[in-house]
């Protein structure tokens, strides 16, 4: 029997995939997330639109907040380290939790290296926005991306233009040679096995949602539209007027994303969405995608 | 022959490419309708709390049911096994389920993502050679009625592949795997 396997590890996220991951920050709302069908739950101290409001470092949930958010749900619970905060991800591994999301959303502690996941025994999701930073994920040990997207924002643009980058990149590369694939993975500055499995798959060789300000069942419709494999709502049910509606609503509309009749119907009436910003009115320095590499 | 794969959530997308494999029409099932369109159904691994809630608002609980008394063979992996079982502890108390199995599915029985593993699994019914067989965050198969055919147990006892009449549960997930075996062990029911 061997544990914490490769195969294990991407598995899980496989069995996420066609679901809604939802933001909590109190075990009363994990069960209102799975009560509304939520595949997991990300285990928060303050939902991204929050750290934005309040601003100052983000660090790590308190894990006593974690642990409790764990024996609320039955589900799968996720909690987000700090990029290149090892440290933080061993405290979140030793919990007994089930994936750790290495997150822009939380100030980075270190500029130039990310996680080493390969020496951890539980699995991790990582941002992207782009093939290449999602394939130098994967090489450090990811095993599920989700494109960054704006968090804290409730403006899905940004999570439509990383969607977009990473499937028109995919496509640019099936359409390669041999030869141009080397090119490409300098160009993508990203390990050439994987640019080499990215192109004969013609899809990444790992789980990837979609992430940062969806906030209508719509929203989650798009994304799944554009080829994501789920999707993951901080902010955006929490923030809203009605969130079991919101969230049962949004989880519908993720499994019958192609269809227009039933969107419609789990749309209605869902009361106030979150307030939601545009981007241009954020400063460059807060904007939350650019923190990775 | 057409087989079902209930698309609600979870992988079912590694099950249509295993079945696409082995010569297999296959058919998402989301809604009721999709239903008519199938001979055979199988119902993934995921969460079975979302797909359980999921199966109870599209109203696909009882036509599943009904073509299963009709002897439509039904397959569950993992999520799919504890939706099967009749009766589920360690999960929620409302949790839908389909019920149709006389086994009692133990959610999560090994504990937490970390405790998921691979081992090797000598199943009978598919041959002599070993399935390699993926756990994941699995749950176990316990007090299986007189009907109920054991398939496979871990070195331990615990059932994790079961057997009645046309309908087959596995705690594991072969559509993670490149083995054929059991999915065409299904489609011979």
């Not at chain 1, 519908?252 to 307030?275: C, F, Q, R, W």
């Not at chain 2, 008519?36 to 809630?53: F, W, Y």
């Not at chain 2, 699995?138 to 009449?165: N, S, T, Y």
Request: charged share 25%; hydrophobic share 45%; glycine share 10%.
């Amino acid at each position: 029997m061997e544990k914490s396997t490769w195969t294990t590890k991407a598995g899980l996220a496989q069995m996420l995939k066609g679901g809604v991951i939802m933001d909590v920050v109190t075990a009363e709302q994990a069960k209102i997330a799975e009560e509304a069908g939520a595949v997991a739950v990300m285990a928060l101290e303050r939902v991204p639109a929050d750290i934005r409001a309040q601003g100052g470092v983000a660090r790590m949930s308190d894990p006593e907040l974690i642990v409790r958010i764990k024996e609320s749900v039955t589900i799968p619970v996720m909690a987000k380290a700090r990029i290149g905060h090892f440290v933080e991800a061993q405290i979140i591994e030793s919990l007994g939790i089930d994936y750790i999301d290495e997150s822009e959303v939380l100030t980075p502690a270190d500029e130039e290296h990310h996680i080493n996941k390969h020496n951890f025994k539980i699995p991790f999701v990582c941002g992207c926005r782009n093939l290449g930073e999602a394939l130098r994920r994967i090489a450090e040990g990811a095993a599920m991306l989700r494109t960054k997207g704006e968090a804290g924002t409730g403006n899905v643009v940004e999570a439509v233009r990383h969607a977009r980058t990473v499937n028109g990149e995919i496509r640019r590369l099936q359409n390669m040679n041999a030869d141009e694939l080397f090119s490409a993975a300098k160009n993508l500055q990203a390990p050439y096995e994987l640019v080499r499995q990215v192109a004969e798959l013609g899809r990444l060789p790992v789980v990837n949602f979609a992430a940062g300000g969806i906030a209508t069942p719509a929203d989650a419709a798009l994304m799944m539209q554009l080829g994501v494999d789920g999707v993951f709502v901080g902010s955006g049910i929490f923030k809203s007027g009605d969130p079991a509606r919101r969230a049962r609503a949004i989880v519908e509309a993720t499994t019958h994303y192609n269809d227009p009749e039933i969107i419609a119907e789990v749309s209605k009436g869902l009361g106030e969405a979150m307030v939601g910003i545009n981007i241009g009115d954020i400063p460059h320095e807060q904007l939350m995608a650019g923190r990775g590499w | 022959m057409t087989v079902g794969v209930l698309a609600l959530q979870g992988d079912f997308r590694e099950h249509a490419v295993m079945l696409h494999r082995i010569g297999a029409e296959v058919c998402e099932v989301r809604l009721p309708r999709h239903l008519a369109q199938v001979e055979r159904l199988i119902i993934p691994g995921g969460e079975s709390t979302t797909i359980g809630k999921l199966l109870a608002i599209y109203r696909l609980i009882e036509p599943i049911r009904e073509r299963v008394a009709q002897g439509m063979p039904l397959w569950g992996t993992c999520a799919g096994a504890i939706l099967l079982s009749r009766r589920i502890t360690d999960g929620r108390d409302e949790q839908p389920t389909l019920g149709l199995m006389d086994l009692t599915a133990r959610r999560n029985a090994f504990g937490s993502q970390l405790d998921s593993f691979e081992a090797d699994l000598m199943i009978d019914a598919i041959g002599e050679a070993p399935h390699h067989a993926v756990f994941i965050r699995a749950p176990i198969l316990e007090q299986p009625g007189p009907k109920v055919q054991v398939l496979a147990r871990l070195a331990d006892g615990a059932i994790v592949a079961a057997q009645q009449a046309h309908l087959l549960a596995t705690c594991f997930h072969p559509e993670l795997t490149r083995d054929e075996r059991v999915h065409r062990y299904f489609l011979e029911l």
